[in-house]
Each structure stands twice: as structure tokens, then as C-alpha cells.
């Protein structure tokens, strides 16, 4: 398999606001959505760019906080009550490639193939078997990275 670009670090936060302002007023960065629910995955979600000076693209952070006490996120804003990175993501062009891939080396994948915040299939797999960290693979969008 040959990993692509990182879509984007998932930060998780206890107050999606105060996190919006933050990222905006003290770090002059981007906010480029609205805050919007994903009940299926049990967060909220608003994405910030990190544009490069010269006009090349950014990464983006994926800020969520939790919807309810069984989020996903939810134990992880418990332990970490000022918030903190929860994952990373990056993209793949094949997403059901990538799950057998990753299924062959014997990791541990989180659930089932689903449609993540950006409209393409991703899947999680276990910080356990990644080094500590939550993994995200993602579908590149068909119209182009930053999206
Ligand atoms: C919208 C979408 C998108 O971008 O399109 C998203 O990103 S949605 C993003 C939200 N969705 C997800 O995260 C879905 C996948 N996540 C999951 O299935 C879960 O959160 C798990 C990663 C399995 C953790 O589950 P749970 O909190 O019940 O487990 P737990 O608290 O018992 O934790 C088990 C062990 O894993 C560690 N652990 C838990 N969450 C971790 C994280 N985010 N990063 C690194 N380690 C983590 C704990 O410290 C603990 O280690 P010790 O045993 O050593 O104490
Ligand atoms: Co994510």
C-alpha cells in the first residue's frame, strides 16, 4: 500500500466555541465550515485550514467535540478534560484496498467502512496496533485533495 497526503489532525475538544474562537482570534487561522453534527459518528465537527504562505495547500485540523456520552469522543475529553489530538487521517485512493491491507498486517479495524465528514468512505484503525495513534484512512475526494 502507499499512503497519501494527511487529510487533516482531529482534535478533540471539550467546547466546540471557545475552540472556533480560539483557533480564529488567537492563531489567525481559517475556519472554513460551520459547525455541523455527524450523529452517526456521534461528534460535532468544524474544519480550520492551514494554508501555505506561497499558495500551496493546506492540512486541515478537524475540531470535535462530543454529541452525547456515548460519542467516540466523549471517554477521551474525560481523560483529557482540556482537549487534545485525537487522531490523524490520511488518504488512500482505494478505501476497500486499503481495509484489506491493513486487515492482512493484523491491525485492528474500528467498526465498519463509512462516509466521514468530507462525503468519501473512511475507517479507524486501533491506536493500539498504530503506535499509539487513532488512525484515520480516508478515500481521497474524486474532486481533488482539499476538499
Ligand atoms: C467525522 C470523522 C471524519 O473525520 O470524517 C471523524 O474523524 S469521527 C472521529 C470520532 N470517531 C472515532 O474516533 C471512531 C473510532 N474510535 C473508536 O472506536 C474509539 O474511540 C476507540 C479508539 C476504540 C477508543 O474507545 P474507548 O474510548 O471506548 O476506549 P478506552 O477509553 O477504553 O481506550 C482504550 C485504550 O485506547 C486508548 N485510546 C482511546 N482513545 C484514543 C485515542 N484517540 N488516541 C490514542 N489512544 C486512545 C486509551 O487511552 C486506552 O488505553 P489504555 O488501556 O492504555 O488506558
Ligand atoms: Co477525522
New binding site residues.
Given amino acids: 500500500m502507499k499512503l497519501g497526503r494527511m487529510n487533516?489532525l482531529?482534535y478533540?475538544v471539550p467546547d466546540m466555541d471557545t475552540a472556533i474562537a480560539h483557533y480564529r482570534d488567537v492563531m489567525g487561522a481559517e475556519v472554513i465550515t460551520e459547525p455541523f453534527d455527524?450523529p452517526e459518528?456521534?461528534?460535532k465537527?468544524c474544519f480550520v485550514n492551514t494554508p501555505g504562505h506561497d499558495g500551496t495547500e493546506g492540512t486541515q485540523v478537524?475540531l470535535?467535540s462530543p454529541l452525547d456520552e456515548n460519542s467516540?469522543?466523549a471517554?477521551?475529553i474525560a481523560?483529557n478534560p482540556l482537549g487534545g489530538q485525537?487522531?490523524v487521517?490520511f488518504e488512500v485512493p482505494d478505501i476497500g484496498a486499503a481495509r484489506e491491507y491493513f486487515e492482512g498486517v493484523g491491525k485492528r479495524i474500528?467498526?465498519p467502512t463509512r462516509i466521514?465528514?468530507?462525503g468519501t468512505p473512511?475507517f479507524?484503525v486501533?491506536?493500539?496496533d498504530m503506535l499509539?495513534?487513532?488512525t484515520?484512512i480516508?478515500e481521497t475526494p474524486k474532486n481533488g485533495p482539499a476538499h
Fill in positions: 487533516h482531529g478533540a455527524l459518528q456521534g461528534v465537527v478537524e470535535l467516540p469522543v471517554g477521551f481523560k485525537h487522531h487521517c474500528l467498526g466521514g465528514a468530507h473512511i479507524f486501533h491506536p493500539k499509539g495513534m487513532l484515520e480516508m
